[in-house]
């Protein structure tokens, strides 16, 4: 009895002390060394908020990640006052066929981290048999029957097998991070549709404008011809003009159509009970960014996050690769009784394990060179992901800059509009008086819609960029502000264009 409990306390301390090995065989991760600039060269951020901007960041991460649910997005909308595009976004994230694609990735991943997972826990096996038999002279019969039971147990001495459960871990980490990312991509498109057919509504009400008061110069200018006033030229450039306003409508309602089915097929079915098309772009200021925003801001990114986990996942890989090459050691038991390989380990494991020791050399040109394929892979994704970080900076540097050059093109359109309205206003009193051309009111009449076009492009320009900014930083960088009700006037509200200074937050 002593003999035995001695020989089990060996062998508990030997599987201890084995398990410990597995540590030896893993390869210490350092993040790449990355040249991080010291602020975003476009980043003349506002006064709002400037105040601890790194703490900022670190307690949007949690929110970002956690907000990008339908309840979440129908409230927030972006950080816009804006229910109608928030309900759109709901409704994208509940039904969006990519995004349902995704989620099954995910719990791909999760299925194979739990079968890997299992690896680590003792396999058991049950059988149970019956036997029946006659004798041919009808003499008597015997019925036996036999229960066994095993159980088997590879013990990971070298940490192969929890490696392989940690890389499967990771990878369904990084599945989760691709459908955030998934998420975020599908927000900004859904955004941008959604902008793109409120600016083609507000311009088809532009057009329609222009083309009443083309009917109107058209119907002037016959006047004026009738009584020998006008020429028959003034008649067929109003006419060319009026023409022109009409094909220009016809192409507006194109592009219109083509957005409308490009929403549908985001929403998994046509819109219709789910928008209202927004008649107007949003009017009022631009949420404010905060100024500082840290590089380390790009961590809540969830494709970088993404590409960070596989990093890690393709340097265990390495370790996985060479440890593979090693012996391997399984227990098992049957009803309870020792099997003759775990006397064997128990009375002399030093000998057993200097029997495996040799296995690797047997296979050791194939250990080589799949060990340097995974290094390879290895490095491969170390570039790979030091590419993508500085894609990300980037991104986030051409969206601040263009941030500030559409600010100011912004106000200097509405300087531009308003001399234009004038200008127009007195070529059409000098016609209706006499003293100017048909052709220089048409002109001025052409400058001025080309004018309030541009500002109208201007103003979806700035919002498409708040949501490429919102893209490339992983959620939002600011503090949402509350958005002016859009109105169906034509006139821009001075608040869109009053500054070209990043730093005040009324004008954004």
Known sequence: MKSRILRLTALLLLIS??????????????????????????????????????????????????????????????????????????????????????AYTVRQARLTAGLKADALMPTASAEINGEYSKKLDKSGSDVSHSVSGSLAYEVDLWGKLAKERDMATWEADATEEDLRATALSLIGTTAELYFNIAYLNESIALGQASITRGVKTLDLAQVRYGVGADNSLDVLQAKRDLAKLRANQEDLLRQLAVKRTALAVLLDGPPEGVLTDPKNLPRGTLPTVQEGLPAEVLGR????????????????????????????????GTLGSTSSALVEVVQNPVAALLAGVTLPFLQWNEMKLNIKLAKAEYEQSVVEFRQALYEALKEVEDALSSRQYYAAQGAKLAEALDSATKVERLYEDRYRLGADTMQNWLDAQESRQDTETSLLANRLNRLINYVTLYQAL???????????????????????????????????
């Open 301 to 332: 990114r969830p494709d970088l996050r993404a590409a960070e986990i596989r990093l890690r996942k393709a340097l265990l890989n390495v370790d996985v690769k060479r440890v593979s090459y090693y012996p391997t050691f399984t227990l098992t």
């Open 474 to 508: 992983g959620g939002e960088p600011i503090k949402p502000v509350k958005q002016a009700k859009s109105t169906k006037t034509i006139t821009p509200s001075p608040g869109l264009v009053a500054s070209t200074n990043l730093r005040s937050s009324a004008t954004h």
């Open 17 to 102: 002390l084995l398990a410990g090995c597995g540590a030896a065989t893993t390869s210490p991760y350092q993040r790449p060394e990355l040249n991080m600039p010291g602020a975003w060269q476009g980043d003349k951020a506002d006064e709002a908020g400037q105040k601890d901007a790194s703490a900022a960041a670190k307690s949007k991460n949690a929110e970002v990640l956690q907000g990008l649910s339908p309840e979440s997005l129908a409230t927030r909308a972006l950080g816009f006052h804006e229910p109608e595009l928030g309900r759109l976004l709901a409704a994208v994230m509940e039904r969006n066929n990519d995004l349902a694609a995704a």
